[in-house]
């Protein structure tokens, strides 16, 4: 019996009023800000996802980790830590609609945990590595 493909996944929305940016950091690292309790991702920082996924396409030894965060506080730890998955899966979305195989993605939703202070609250790290030697 042939097999046939997937259906492709639905297009991931874009709020063209959304806040958030989108900002290049060293090390193969993309930082993507939200607006505070929003997951919406804006034309710029769905297209920054983009330019990612267009590498790991180019470069299929590669695996895409998303970690993301959501300010908080301290007598509700839960209300932030699903908007911080919102936010990873939002991303990842993104990249599973422009061909990146959902196993290359890894998808880490940290809440108020590790939050630092230098980097700004509402945002998802994107970083792009290679797997260890030996494996794929």
């Known amino acids: 019996m042939p097999a046939h493909p997937p259906p492709p996944p639905p297009p991931v929305p874009v709020k063209p009023d959304a806040p958030g940016a989108a900002q290049a950091l060293p090390g193969q690292l993309e930082r993507i800000t939200f607006g505070p309790g929003s997951s919406d991702l804006n034309p710029a920082t769905a297209e920054a996802i983009r330019q990612i996924a267009a590498t790991a396409i180019a470069h299929p030894e590669l695996l895409v980790t998303i970690t993301a965060w959501a300010a908080g506080n301290n007598d509700d730890p839960s209300t932030p830590r699903r908007l911080s998955l919102d936010r990873a899966?939002?991303?990842?979305?993104?990249?599973?609609?422009?061909?990146?195989?959902?196993?290359?993605i890894r998808t880490i939703a940290k809440g108020m945990i590790d939050l630092g202070t230098t980097a700004p609250a509402d945002r998802a790290d994107i970083t792009e590595i290679l797997p260890p030697a030996g494996k794929k």
């Open 89 to 104: 899966l939002a991303a990842r979305a993104v990249l599973i609609a422009n061909g990146v195989v959902s196993e290359r």
